[in-house]
């Protein structure tokens, strides 16, 4: 693939150029996007540009001409915002530019979310597709027949007992009844290099949180946040137990929910972190 992504990242495209060579920031996000790296400055060496990693490379899995473009392209980034502190040590040549991006809300959002999607009963939910694990479901929902285990947007079909359901990907605003309507949140991480920074960088955690809803996951991502229950991960008895702690939790009424700012603030913040006194990682 190395020649496939040489000729990729100087494809012509004026609309993207031009956007680029009139930009005053550019963000690039952990990604694909890293390889356009030298362009961006190619084309415009005074724009800012800040390197966003939601996630590290290898955890989701790039391919490795991305990480060596971000190595020996680095020099032209202003600084990094990460989604997790535990990032800050694959970090290193980035000392004295390094920032914590926090989590938004768009609030209007959640004003305005939909019906109960649910008939009665116990009901456990699940969005997103990133290291994802159906095993979590073959195993924990034969042994929980009467809870139904609703999965959105995994990106895989997978046989799974009569109560897991499977949905394709739905608009964001579309599954906010499923979370917030949901008795508990599942985020079925799979094992991968360095996951443990998802304690910090989960969206669907971090959505279960605002909801304040009981969340299983597995022991890496817990993190400092009450409301998470970790089971370790390939072992069938601890997700089945963990399920139920979360379950009960569920029964003794809805826990804190956890506060967040706007995507706006999250967005100024990150372009211009020393303005708004973002303190330095490293």
């Known amino acids: 693939m190395y020649p496939a992504f040489e000729a990729y990242k100087r494809w012509p ?31 415009n060496a005074a724009a800012k540009i800040i390197y966003y990693a939601a996630d590290l490379l290898d955890t989701i899995g790039v391919h490795p001409f991305v990480q060596d473009q971000l190595d020996r392209n680095r020099v032209h980034i202003d600084h990094v915002c990460l989604r997790s502190t535990l ?15 926090e989590f938004g809300i768009n609030k209007a959002n959640y004003e305005r979310i939909g019906p109960n ?8 939910v699940s969005v997103g597709s990133m290291l994802f694990d159906p095993a979590y479901f073959v195993a924990v929902a034969e ?25 394709p990907e739905m608009r ?3 599954t906010l009844p499923f979370l917030k309507h949901a008795t508990i949140g599942i985020a079925p991480y799979k094992l991968a290099p360095g996951v443990e920074y998802l304690a910090e960088s989960s969206l ?13 996951c597995p022991t890496f991502a817990v993190g400092e946040q009450p409301n998470r229950f970790g089971y370790n991960p390939g072992e069938r008895a601890s997700m089945v137990a963990t399920t139920a702690v979360a379950l009960a939790a569920a029964a ?17 913040r990150m372009l211009q972190p020393v303005q708004h006194g973002v303190p330095l990682l490293a």
């Open 252 to 268: 003794n009424g809805p826990m804190k929910g956890r506060e967040f700012g706007s995507w706006a603030q999250v967005g100024e």
């Open 117 to 124: 999607p649910y008939p009665g009963g116990q009901h456990a």
């Open 172 to 174: 964001f605003v579309e």
């Open 204 to 216: 669907k955690l971090a959505q279960y949180d605002y909801f304040g809803l009981p969340s299983v």
């Open 87 to 101: 990032m800050k040590d694959d970090f290193p040549w980035a000392k004295g530019r390094l920032y914590k991006a």
């Open 13 to 43: 495209n004026e609309d993207v150029d031009q956007l680029l060579s009139d930009a005053d920031y550019v963000v690039v996000e952990s990604g694909v996007a890293a390889i356009y790296i030298e362009r961006v400055r190619r084309l």
């Open 143 to 167: 042994e929980m027949p009467a809870v139904t285990f609703h999965v959105i947007g995994s990106g895989l079909t997978f046989a799974a007992p009569e109560n897991v359901k499977i949905y």
